[in-house]
């Protein structure tokens, strides 16, 4: 997920609360980096919408539609 800004340390608690195993998630600065095993449909998270838990606007997008966005950037340079 990527953000507009970093979210704020209670954020991240509640972030923490609400993400049941075996979903995990890692923060990287404006960046948080999620794993769901059994599909996001599948993940303890998705019935809660993630900006407004965070407080912050964000964006989500899988690791497959990352890299290829970032490929698509490296050759237009």
Do not use: C
Not at 38 to 64: I, Q
């Amino acid at each position: 997920m990527f953000l507009s800004e970093p979210a704020s340390a209670a954020a991240l608690e509640k972030l923490q609360e609400l993400t049941l195993a075996p979903d995990r998630f890692m923060i990287g600065g404006k960046e948080i980096y999620f794993y769901f095993p059994n599909g996001v449909s599948g993940s303890s998270l998705w019935k809660h919408p993630l900006d407004r838990v965070l407080g912050v606007a964000g964006t989500m997008r899988n690791w497959k539609t990352v890299t290829t966005l970032y490929q698509m950037a490296m050759e237009v340079e």
